[in-house]
């Protein structure tokens, strides 16, 4: 991987909803072999950038560059297919596939819904069972994600992004509503990816989870990013002490 180039840069960008501007004029690179957090009180923005990062919205103004490529109109397959992985607060996963085939289909997740079951083959399989026990989870490979604990479930949604080889990994919330063991699992994890290459941007509330993980973090407020640096020093930073004192 090209160490030069960020493997996620925007400019300028914002999006409005009505009169209201939910991300407005924000400037960020997302270097390879990077952890950078995304902090902000509710209504900041934070999931809005996410969503224009994954297409699921599409910028009113500004540029989007995914591994150096305009991006900002590109469809979410497309933006899957040229290395982007993201989870959600929620885990997303069927209850009526087994947990090794909710990740194989990883892939095929943002295609119109098939209702054929997939058929996975004898490599998908090795390989899929190769993610999941290095997550410690191979023992519920042929269970539903439905018998499975809330923790458990974010490391399957997890596992998928393993699985798609991402050079850009976006998560949200990892660490909430987990236990202090498995928010370990899932920083050893995070730092895994990230020696391997990978550019992750996390949205995350637990100052001291990001603290031990992120090498910079970004804060948002009303759109725009206010603060930028380490977790000490946006803390420190009278704007983002009164943004969420605002709250
Ligand atoms: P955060 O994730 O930081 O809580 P959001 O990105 O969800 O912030 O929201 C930022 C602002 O944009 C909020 O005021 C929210 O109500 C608004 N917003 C987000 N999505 C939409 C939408 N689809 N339509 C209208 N307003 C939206």
Avoid at 1 to 26: Q, T
Avoid at 107 to 133: G, K, Q, Y
């Amino acid at each position: 991987r090209d160490g030069g180039v960020p493997v996620l840069a925007m400019r300028g960008l914002s999006r409005s909803f009505g009169g209201l501007r939910a991300v407005y004029g924000v400037d960020l690179d997302i270097a390879p072999a990077s952890v950078t957090g995304l902090l902000g009180p509710n209504g900041s923005g934070k999931t809005t950038l996410f969503n224009l990062i994954d297409g699921t919205v599409w910028p009113s103004s500004g540029r989007l560059t995914l591994a150096g490529r305009r991006a900002e109109r590109a469809s979410r397959p497309a933006r899957s297919h040229a290395g982007l992985a993201r989870t959600y607060q929620l885990p997303r996963l069927f209850p009526s596939l087994t947990v090794l085939e909710n990740v194989v289909i990883a892939e095929r997740r943002l295609s119109p819904p098939r209702l054929a079951l997939p058929r996975v083959t004898a490599a998908e399989r090795d390989r899929a069972m190769a993610v999941l026990a290095g997550l410690g989870l191979a023992g519920y490979a042929d269970v539903s994600p439905g018998t499975l604990s809330y923790g458990q479930r974010k490391l399957i949604e997890l596992a998928q992004v393993l699985w798609l080889d991402p050079v850009l990994v976006l998560l949200d919330e990892p660490a909430a509503g987990i236990s202090p063991a498995l928010a370990q699992r899932l920083a050893a994890i995070i730092r895994r990816l990230r020696a391997d290459g990978v550019g992750v941007l996390l949205v995350e509330h637990d100052v001291a989870f990001l603290a031990s993980l992120a090498d910079r973090v970004h804060v948002m407020a009303n759109g725009a990013i206010i603060a930028s640096g380490t977790v000490a020093e946006v803390s420190a930073d009278p704007a983002v002490v009164d943004a969420y004192l605002g709250d």
